[in-house]
């Protein structure tokens, strides 16, 4: 499901701004199980997580940006499309734009995204040109939270997508928590707009939550991957590969969760200390 509105009642002249948002993924269910091609987790989350797979969602996003594009050349010609998705919804949006050409590029404004994780592997995967690359990191935002397992997938800290702005979330809780920190709720956000953002001077610890997070999800991931090939899973049986995937998968499960809620007990110390240190009540 994606929403499109724009500044101005009908598309015209006047029209300066568009905005496409992609929303995430459902909530996974019996109802949706069975239809794996379509199914926001199988057939979307897992392909991109495990493969980097250019996912069927990204290529609707492609689809509806050329069509929506189009309409705008035509009917609002001084108007910019900006872009936005939550988790899935950012995979989605940032895959969709990167297909686009270099004239069609030029017609988006920003793509500011959430909680979502980096695509640039992906992009390279499916064949986006360094050039096309390039536009992305001019045009694209990423707000994510330091202890939410999406927003630290795929993350590099020497080459990311775009531009990375790690949040100052409300709670210091996991992607499993209630409330979570993939809700869009963990954002503190000024009445400008502006998000309240960690940075080396400010709160440093949730940057280096967001670190460790990436690279205990990175050494989680590659061990089912290397046990799935340890199975000789032919990759294209996709039923025992998910089969195999979610077996490795549970036998690391307690361990990984371990190691994650270290990272925030220490960083919530972190904080705490930073705080007593440097802010004055």
Do not use: C
Not at 5 to 23: C, G, I, S
């Amino acid at each position: 499901n994606s929403y499109f509105l724009t500044d101005t009642p009908e598309l015209n002249k006047d029209t300066k701004n568009a905005y496409l948002a992609v929303k995430g993924s459902d909530f996974p269910s019996l109802d949706n199980l069975y239809i794996p091609l379509l199914n926001d987790w199988l057939g979307n989350n897992y392909p991109f997580v495990m493969h980097d797979e250019y996912i069927p969602q990204g290529k609707l996003v492609e689809e509806a940006l050329h069509v929506k594009l189009a309409e705008l050349r035509e009917k609002a010609p001084n108007a910019k499309l900006n872009i936005t998705g939550h988790s899935l919804g950012s995979i989605a949006s940032v895959q969709g734009a990167a297909h686009l050409s270099v004239e069609e590029l030029d017609q988006i404004g920003e793509i500011v995204v959430l909680n979502g994780p980096d695509t640039l592997k992906s992009l390279r995967k499916s064949g986006v040109s360094e050039e096309v690359i390039q536009i992305l990191n001019e045009k694209v935002t990423y707000y994510v939270n330091p202890f939410g397992i999406v927003s630290m997938l795929n993350r590099n800290t020497d080459e990311q997508l775009g531009k990375v702005k790690v949040i100052v979330p409300f709670n210091f809780a996991t992607t499993f928590d209630t409330p979570s920190s993939h809700d869009f709720g963990e954002y503190r956000i000024y009445s400008d707009g502006t998000v309240l953002e960690a940075t080396e001077d400010f709160f440093p610890a949730y940057l280096k939550a967001g670190e460790k997070l990436r690279k205990l999800l990175n050494k989680y991931i590659e061990l089912i991957k290397e046990d799935n090939k340890i199975s000789n899973i032919d990759r294209d049986d996709f039923s025992s590969e998910l089969l195999s995937t979610g077996i490795n998968g549970s036998r690391y499960y307690s361990k990984f969760m371990k190691e994650y809620q270290e990272i925030i007990e220490e960083t919530k110390l972190e904080v705490i200390s930073w705080g007593r240190k440097n802010i004055q009540l």
